[in-house]
Every structure is written in C-alpha cells, then in structure tokens.
C-alpha cells in the first residue's frame, strides 16, 4: 500500500475511533487486537495486515471494502482498471482490486482477489452482519467455510451466502485461487 494510502488510512482509522469517543484500549478490547499495534497504525507506523483490518471492521461494523473505500476518491461512474484500488497483504499472500468499489451512491460492490498457495485468510466475525456475498471462482481452488460449513470451489462455481458469523478462506500447496467477490 502506498505511502499515502497508509497514512490516508491510520487518519480514517483514528477518526472513527474518536467518533465513537472511544480509547485505544477500548478498540483493543473489542477488537482483540493490541493497543501497541492499534497505535502504530493510527500512526501510520505499519499498514494493517488483512486480519487486523478484518477485526476493526467487525469492531467499527462496517466492510472492509468500504473502510478501504473512504480512503479512495469520490464517486466515478467508471471506474479504470488502472485507477482501481489495489490493496495487498504481503504477509499472507493476499491482493483485492475494487473492480467496483463501495460507494455511498450504489448498495454493492465487486472486489478481485487473489489469495496465494497455501494461504488461509480468517474472519471472527462478519463486519456487519447478514452481508449478502456471491463469490465467483476464476482460476485455482478455494476452501470457503461460512458459519461452519465448508464449500470447495474451482472455476466457474458461485457460492451465494449471506454473512452472519464466522469465515475462512483456504487455498492448498500446489495452488491459490483467484476470485470475485460482489457484496451487497
């Protein structure tokens, strides 16, 4: 994530927190994630990995495509591939464009993401619960666990769920997956 990104990002961070009139100590707790490690991104000091970000949506109750989206710039009918948020955890091996990003204007949204081999990205709790999720396998295969149940998936299979608890996305040693995820 770029530079101004990250700090564009920490600010966005802080501000919500501050809304809620909230200490960093009271996000920890309800977040689970470390005061020290809540600082430093509110600080712009590191750019939170995916599972950081996964735990202070659920806190702040929104998607994380829209918590990433309030960074980016206002609303454009087109969107350019080349002017399409990329954002990556290098930590885990896992990269999402918004093809289509949240926007106030429009209830859904389209994100690409490509999960590495041998990667699994986990989830607590949704952001919001009852998100309505189509994900659409293009290349690879995906292990998708919502609420408990487990979906295997290769290309060209849709697995349409609404979001109420619990996630994990798994992809195996000799391959990663390749994805769209359209949220409403």
């Known amino acids: 994530?770029?530079?101004a990104h990250t700090q564009r990002l920490a600010d966005h961070l802080k501000a919500l927190r501050r809304e809620r009139d909230w200490p960093l100590d009271r996000l920890a707790e309800l977040?689970?994630?470390?005061r020290a490690t809540l600082s430093r991104v509110e600080n712009a000091e590191v750019s939170p990995t995916t599972e950081v970000l996964g735990r202070l949506c659920a806190a702040f109750e929104i998607r994380m495509s829209r918590l990433l989206s309030?960074?980016?710039?206002?609303?454009?009918?087109?969107?350019?591939?080349?002017?399409?948020?990329?954002?990556?955890?290098?930590?885990?091996g896992?990269?999402?464009?918004?093809?289509?990003?949240?926007?106030p204007q429009l209830a859904a949204e389209v994100l690409d993401c490509l999960?590495?081999?041998?990667?699994?990205?986990?989830?607590?709790?949704?952001?919001?619960?009852?998100?309505?999720?189509?994900?659409?396998?293009?290349?690879?295969?995906l292990e998708v666990t919502v609420d408990g149940a487990a979906h295997m998936l290769t290309p060209g299979d849709c697995l349409r769920y609404k979001l109420l608890g619990s996630s994990s996305f798994?992809?195996?040693?000799?391959?990663g997956a390749r994805y769209f995820l359209f949220l409403v």
């Open 31 to 34: 977040s689970g994630v470390s």
């Open 115 to 141: 999960l590495e081999p041998n990667t699994t990205v986990s989830y607590d709790t949704p952001p919001a619960g009852g998100l309505e999720h189509h994900l659409v396998i293009l290349d690879g295969q």
């Open 170 to 175: 798994r992809t195996f040693e000799a391959v």
């Open 70 to 92: 309030m960074v980016e710039a206002e609303f454009r009918p087109v969107v350019r591939r080349t002017e399409q948020a990329v954002w990556t955890d290098p930590q885990i």
């Open 94 to 103: 896992f990269t999402r464009r918004a093809v289509s990003p949240s926007s």
């Open 1 to 3: 994530m770029p530079a």
